[in-house]
C-alpha cells in the first residue's frame, strides 16, 4: 500500500457498524491514479460519514476522501445553478450561496453531507412531496469510471450512466464534480406553521390534507406512547420567509447566515449511552408538550429549521459503545393501514428512541435504485445492542415489503440481498448498466457485498 494511505476503522453515523480499510485523502489531481490501482478489495470513495450504516466502508480495501474546498463552489446567479467540487459539504456550500439568495434545492436533516453523497444516495428533504429529490435537480455531473476515463454524464449525455449513479451508493464510479439547480431566497430565515395533533389518526388526516400547499412539510410522532396518546405528533409546515415577513429590524440583513454548533458530546459515553426508554418517555412527554396547539409564521433560521440535530456536535455517540440503527422505509399511499400496524409494533417494543421522523413523498424519478416512492416514510433510531432488534427489524421489514414499500439504503444496516430485491424491482436494470461501467468490481463496499448489489 501507498505511503497515502492509512489503516483506519470507518463506522456508519449509527456507530454500529464498522470495518477496517486504507485510507487516503485525495486530491482532484491524484484522483484518476488513485482510482486505477488494482487490487481485489477494491475502493470506495467516503463523503463525510453521514450515512447511517456500511454505505461509506470498504472493509480490508482502499477508501478515498475527496480534499475540498469552498473554492470548488462556482455559483452561476443568473441561471440559478452551482457547480461544486463532490467532496464539498452542504456546510461549506451554503455559507457561498445564501449570503447571495441561494438555497440548495434539497437539504437532509443534517448540512454536513458532501454533493458527491447527496448524489450517491439521492437524498430527499421535507419539500420531496412537491419538488423531488437530489437527483431530480442535478443538471450534469463528472464521473470518473475504474479505468480513470471521466465521463460527462446527464439526462442528454450517457443517461444511463447519469440515472445508474444517482441513488448508486458510489458503486458505479467517482462523482467528481455536479452542476445542480437552486432554490431563489429572500432571506435566510423560515416562516413555520405549527399543528399538535394528539393521536396518530389526527395525524395521517392533517398530513394528508394541505401539503400540496407548502413547499416543506415534515412531522415528529411518539413513538413511545399508548392508548389514547398512540402515535401523536406535531407536524411543521414552512417555506422560506419574504422579506416582509421579517421584523423590521432584521431586513437590512436578510441573508446574513452563520451557523453555529452549540454544544459537543464527549468522545467516551460509558456503557449503554443515555438514550434509554426512560429518558426517551421524558423527552418525548416534554417535546410534546412544548408545541403550541396551533401556531402561524414563527420565524425560525435555516439551522433551526433544517439542521436542528447539527446544533450538537457528535451526538450519534449519546447511544453508547453498541450504537444504535436507523430503520428507514416507505410504503405506498393507500397502506395506511400497514403505517398503523408498524407504528403499534413500534410502539409494543419500546425499543424507539425520540428521534422519529414521518414525511409524505412525491413522486419518485427515473433512478433504478432511488428510495422515495409516492407514500409515507417513516425514520426511527433503535438501539443497535437490544436483544430484541433483530426480530422486531424482521417483522416491520415483512410489513414494509408486503405492503409494497423498500428500506433506504443510506440508513440500512441490517437488510439481506431477498429484502432488497423485494423492495427495488429495477434491481437488475442498474445492476446491468452498472457492470457496463465497471466490468472488474473495482467500486466495492460493506454494504454492495451485504446485499448482494454486484452480482
Ligand atoms: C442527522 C442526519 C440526518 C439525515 N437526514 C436525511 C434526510 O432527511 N434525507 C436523506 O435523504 N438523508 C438523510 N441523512 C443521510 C445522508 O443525507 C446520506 O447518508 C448522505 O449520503 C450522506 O452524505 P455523505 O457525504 O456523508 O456520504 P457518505 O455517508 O460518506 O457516503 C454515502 C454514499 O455516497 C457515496 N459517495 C460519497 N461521495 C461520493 C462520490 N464523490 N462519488 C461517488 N459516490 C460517493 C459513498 O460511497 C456511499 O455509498 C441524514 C443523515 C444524518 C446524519
Not at 149 to 172: H, Y
Not at 226 to 234: E, I, N
Not at 351 to 372: E, H, I, Q, Y
Amino acid at each position: 500500500m501507498s505511503p497515502d494511505y492509512a489503516s483506519e476503522v470507518l463506522r456508519g453515523w449509527g456507530r454500529s457498524t464498522m470495518s477496517s480499510a486504507h485510507v487516503a485523502t485525495v486530491s482532484d489531481r491524484d484522483l484518476i491514479d488513485h482510482v486505477k490501482v488494482a487490487d481485489e478489495r477494491g475502493v470506495l470513495v467516503r463523503g463525510l460519514g453521514r450515512s447511517y450504516g456500511d454505505a461509506a466502508q470498504n472493509g480490508g480495501g482502499r477508501v478515498l476522501r475527496l480534499a475540498s474546498s469552498s473554492s470548488d463552489v462556482r455559483l452561476d446567479e443568473s441561471a440559478g445553478t452551482v457547480t461544486a467540487g463532490a467532496g464539498v459539504s452542504l456546510d461549506d456550500l451554503l455559507r457561498v450561496i445564501v449570503p447571495r439568495g441561494f438555497f440548495v434545492p434539497v437539504t437532509p436533516g443534517t448540512r454536513f453531507v458532501t454533493v458527491g453523497g447527496a448524489v450517491a444516495a439521492d437524498i430527499h428533504g421535507k419539500n420531496h412531496h412537491l419538488e423531488g429529490s437530489f437527483g431530480n435537480h442535478v443538471r450534469r455531473f463528472s464521473l470518473v469510471l475504474a479505468d480513470g476515463s471521466v465521463l460527462e454524464c446527464s439526462r442528454k449525455q450517457n443517461p444511463d450512466a447519469f440515472w445508474t449513479t444517482i441513488g448508486g451508493m458510489g458503486l458505479t464510479g467517482v462523482i467528481r464534480d455536479a452542476t445542480f439547480g437552486l432554490i431563489g431566497i429572500e432571506t435566510s430565515r423560515c416562516r413555520v406553521d405549527t399543528v399538535r395533533c394528539d393521536d396518530f389518526d389526527e395525524l395521517i388526516e392533517h398530513m394528508s390534507t394541505g401539503d400540496d400547499d407548502v413547499r416543506y412539510s415534515v412531522a415528529w410522532v411518539d413513538l413511545l406512547s399508548s392508548g389514547s396518546h398512540f402515535g401523536r405528533g406535531v407536524l411543521w409546515r414552512g417555506d422560506h420567509a419574504r422579506r416582509d415577513d421579517l421584523p423590521v429590524a432584521d431586513r437590512a440583513n436578510a441573508l446574513e447566515y452563520g451557523p453555529r454548533q452549540v454544544l459537543s458530546v464527549p468522545p467516551v459515553i460509558p456503557g449503554s449511552g443515555v438514550v434509554n426508554a426512560l429518558s426517551s418517555a421524558v423527552f418525548n412527554e416534554a417535546w410534546f408538550r412544548k408545541e403550541p396547539r396551533r401556531r402561524e409564521g414563527s420565524i425560525k433560521s435555516i439551522p433551526a429549521y433544517f439542521h436542528p440535530l447539527d446544533a450538537v456536535g457528535s451526538w450519534n455517540r449519546l447511544h453508547g459503545r453498541h450504537g444504535f440503527v436507523q430503520y428507514q422505509f416507505v410504503v405506498p399511499f393507500g397502506r395506511e393501514s400497514e403505517l398503523r400496524r408498524i407504528v403499534e409494533v413500534i410502539v409494543a417494543s419500546r425499543l424507539a428512541t425520540p428521534l422519529v421522523v414521518l414525511k409524505r413523498f412525491g413522486a419518485g424519478n427515473d433512478a433504478p435504485l432511488s428510495f422515495p416512492m409516492p407514500g409515507w416514510t417513516l425514520t426511527v433510531d433503535l438501539p443497535a445492542g437490544a436483544d430484541t432488534l433483530a426480530s422486531l427489524t424482521r417483522t416491520l421489514d415483512e410489513i414494509v415489503l408486503e405492503a409494497g414499500g423498500r428500506h433506504y439504503l443510506a440508513k440500512d444496516a441490517l437488510l439481506g440481498p431477498a429484502a432488497l430485491r423485494a423492495g427495488y424491482p429495477r434491481l437488475a436494470e442498474w445492476q446491468n448498466v452498472r457492470r457496463r461501467l465497471d466490468p472488474q468490481q473495482t467500486f466495492r463496499s460493506d454494504l454492495a457485498r451485504r446485499l448482494g448489489l454486484l452480482e
